[in-house]
């Protein structure tokens, strides 16, 4: 089944990944043009938590679609730091950002130093457990080693990524990946679901600290499944059922924010054509992903304050061919 499985990916997707390859960036003498992907937890196990305070995980990432646009340009010689605008005017735009501490990183790393001008286009909410900003950190050492002339292999730009953030390393994977350790050692998988599944994002205008989600995880309440068993049992599976979309990060996240607990809820038992297969949160929240579907169910088409103030996407799950950076494989998401 799973051999079918990627052989049907393969024969559909093929051709047009490629195609979606050639397109990947404008790229001239001094600038490039990049997709910047967010991602998905399919499931998250917290292992155990380390003598350092940090914690080990097992994870299934997966990257998606939802993502936003960042070009690139290299500043002329004399240049004493990089400058980065933001169409959000919320995030930071100096050291404190991880794309200027990608730039950084990379500099540190390699030769000659080059500084850089980012804007960055967001369409992805922060707070929200599906990686923006580490998308963002790593399409900007993707984009400054090939800016740069590549002078680090895609093996030591994983390597790199995980001195400034744990999911960064993810997005060097061929897309999707089981992690351990902080999330930093990242081993590739094929695609466990067909990439054509359809699925909703839905997130409430809240945020959610990943820190204090981690200091509210009770260890007693997690999951005793075994983290290589469910990723064999999901590709095994022609949908993701409910009952391998594990996330120890619900316990914490539900704590502190009971209002996402019934959110979730809600969807699950959402009717008016969206009939989905399984719901959870991804990372440490607060998006809930629903699978199965990108169908906007009746109750997120009131017309009430709360239910307007819902972010709510249709993503797909996305791979990158070797040697290349993601682009989406459906049509008007991302336009070069």
Not at 244 to 262: C, G, S, W
Not at 283 to 290: A, K, M, Q
Request: net charge neutral; aromatic share 6%.
């Amino acid at each position: 089944q799973r051999g079918n499985r990627m052989a049907g990916q393969s024969a559909v997707g093929g051709a047009a990944r490629r195609r979606a390859a050639a397109r990947l960036a404008v790229l001239s003498n001094a600038g490039m043009r990049l997709f910047s992907p967010s991602k998905i937890n399919l499931f998250l196990r917290i292992v155990r938590r380390r003598e350092d305070g940090y914690h080990d995980l097992a994870s299934l990432f997966h990257v998606i679609d939802l993502g936003d646009d960042m070009s690139f340009d290299i500043l002329p010689e004399g240049a004493t730091e990089d400058t980065l605008s933001c169409s959000d005017p919320t995030i930071p735009s100096d050291s404190s950002n991880l794309v200027i501490k990608a730039l950084n990183l990379f500099r540190s790393k390699t030769a000659p130093r080059r500084y850089f001008s980012v804007n960055l286009v967001k369409k992805v909410p922060h707070g929200a457990g599906l990686g923006g900003g580490s998308g963002n950190a790593a399409t900007t050492l993707w984009a400054a080693n090939e800016l740069s002339g590549r002078p680090a292999s895609n093996a030591q730009l994983l390597e790199w990524s995980g001195d400034i953030g744990s999911d960064i390393s993810v997005f060097f994977s061929n897309g999707a990946a089981y992690c351990t350790g902080r999330g930093e050692i990242v081993e590739n998988v094929a695609p466990p679901l067909p990439l054509s599944t359809p699925m909703l994002l839905v997130k409430p205008p809240v945020g959610l600290s990943t820190p204090q989600i981690f200091k509210s995880l009770d260890l007693g309440r997690r999951s005793a499944a075994e983290p290589r068993e469910l990723l064999a049992k999901l590709a095994s599976t022609p949908e993701m059922p409910q009952e391998l979309a594990v996330n120890d990060l619900e316990q914490p996240a539900f704590d502190n924010l009971p209002e996402l607990a019934k959110l979730k809820s809600d969807l699950q038992a959402a009717g008016g054509g969206a009939a989905f297969s399984a719901v959870f949160m991804t990372g440490s929240g607060s998006t809930i992903v629903c699978m199965g579907s990108d169908g906007v169910p009746d109750m997120l088409k009131v017309d009430a304050p709360d239910v307007k103030a819902l972010f709510v996407s249709p993503a797909r799950l996305i791979v990158r061919e070797p040697g290349a950076w993601y682009v989406p494989s459906r049509p008007g998401v991302w336009n070069p």
